[in-house]
Structure formats: C-alpha cells, structure tokens
C-alpha cells in the first residue's frame, strides 16, 4: 500500500516521501497516529501544496536537532560508579546511567538513542555517540567517576 509520510518515520522514510508499506502497517499504525495517509489521487494532488509546508517544517525540526548537537559535543556528563580495585567497576555504565546524568543537565535523549561501542568497565573519560533524528549524530564525553 502506497502512503504519504507526514512526518519523518525511522526506517520508513522522511516527511513528504510516497513510500509502500504493507497494509496492515499503515491502517494499523501509521494512518490512525497521523503519521501518514493514504496515497490516493486527491491527497497526491494535495501533496504539492503541503509539501513546502512540510519542508519548512522538518527544516526547523533539523536545525532545532543540529542546535542540540552541538551543545551536546559541548557536554561532559558525571556517572559516579562504584569500583573496586584499580578502577574496575562494580557492574558497567549503561545507556541508561548516561540518559539519566543528561537529564540532570537538562538534556532529555531517549537512552535508545545513545550508542556505547564498548562497555565502560573502568573508570576514566569516554566520548559516546548519541544518534538524533534526521541521521545527525553527536558525541558526547563521559566521566566515570568514584562514587
């Protein structure tokens, strides 16, 4: 079934795109949360003039995420951890312990979108890769601290 995204869906497609879907998906999920709607010829002729209303959009969208890119690349956040005998910790550091120091920073990211290469068994400074919407990604250092 052919769809007109309304908005940006991860691993659909971005906002305006005409993708096929299986049909359960869009009448089950994406046409009943108002995440897309159905290709037909009346809405692909009213397509073209919401197009440049959904470009101006996703473009403020974009630069509100590339915003908070960069203060995140700016951001060093302290997950105090207790270890042991030279630094190793007790358990590790999860997406979690990081989304959690991020929000008493004031930064709210779903933990799902901050990837750890590498467990953090140690104690020590680590640069971790958050993933944003709109296929920007960001750094952020991590300090693992005595607790």
Not at 37 to 64: F, G, P
Not at 72 to 83: D, E, I, N, S
């Amino acid at each position: 079934m052919k769809v007109i995204l309304k908005v940006d869906v991860e691993g659909v497609g971005y906002a305006g795109d005409i993708v096929e879907v299986s049909p359960g998906y869009a009448r089950n999920y994406l046409i009943p949360k108002g995440l897309a709607l159905a290709a037909t010829s009346r809405n692909l002729k009213s397509l073209d003039k919401q197009k440049a209303e959904i470009m101006k959009r996703v473009d403020k969208e974009k630069k509100r995420i590339e915003a908070l890119a960069q203060r995140l690349a700016q951001t060093t956040v302290v997950v105090p951890k207790q270890a042991g005998e030279e630094g190793k910790l007790f358990g590790s550091v999860t997406t979690r312990d990081i989304a959690h120091a991020l929000a008493k920073e004031g930064i709210e990211i779903d933990r799902k979108k901050i990837v750890i290469d590498e467990a953090i068994k140690t104690l020590g400074t680590y640069q971790v890769k958050v993933k944003l919407p709109h296929g920007i990604e960001s750094q952020i250092q991590v300090e693992v601290t005595e607790a």
